[in-house]
Nanobody
Framework: QVQLVESGGGLVQAGGSLRLSCAASGGTFSTYVMGWFRQAPGKEREFVATINWSGSRTYYADSVKGRFTISRDNAKNTVYLQMNNLNPEDTAVYCC?????????????????????WGQGTQVTVSS
């Protein structure tokens, strides 16, 4: 059983930055593809970013490309999401997710159905 716990959310002004963390336990973190998703009130959960097992490959939603950076530290079983130049449209609950099915280093799923385990999420609120 894999457990994921997010932290680092909060209230920030437009243009500000936040760094989210997701700590994993209960499995072999270094073999997982990790992703970040977000869900705003009244909206579907949407893909934000994903990173392969080694951290050598990443992929981003167009809405966050150039502003957000996903990274991981396999020694600490943690994945990060650095969010810069935040705007009110980024307000959402941010969740990390783990995909356990190894399919090669180029496998970077953006579909939420591909992921096996989810954290509870952390709230990010951006004020204008």
């Amino acid at each position: 059983q894999v457990q994921l716990v997010e932290s680092g959310g909060g209230l920030v002004q437009a243009g500000g930055s936040l760094r989210l963390s997701c700590a994993a336990s209960g499995g072999t973190f270094s073999t997982y593809v990790m992703g970040w998703f977000r869900q705003a009130p009244g909206k579907e959960r949407e893909f934000v970013a994903t990173i392969n097992w080694s951290g050598s490959r990443t992929y981003y939603a167009d809405s966050v490309k150039g502003r957000f950076t996903i990274s991981r530290d396999n020694a600490k079983n943690t994945v990060y999401l650095q969010m810069n130049n935040l705007n009110p449209e980024d307000t959402a609950v941010y969740c990390c997710a783990a995909e356990l099915d190894y399919r090669g280093s180029a496998y970077l799923p953006t579909n939420k159905q591909a992921y096996d385990y989810w954290g509870q999420g952390t709230q990010v609120t951006v004020s204008s």
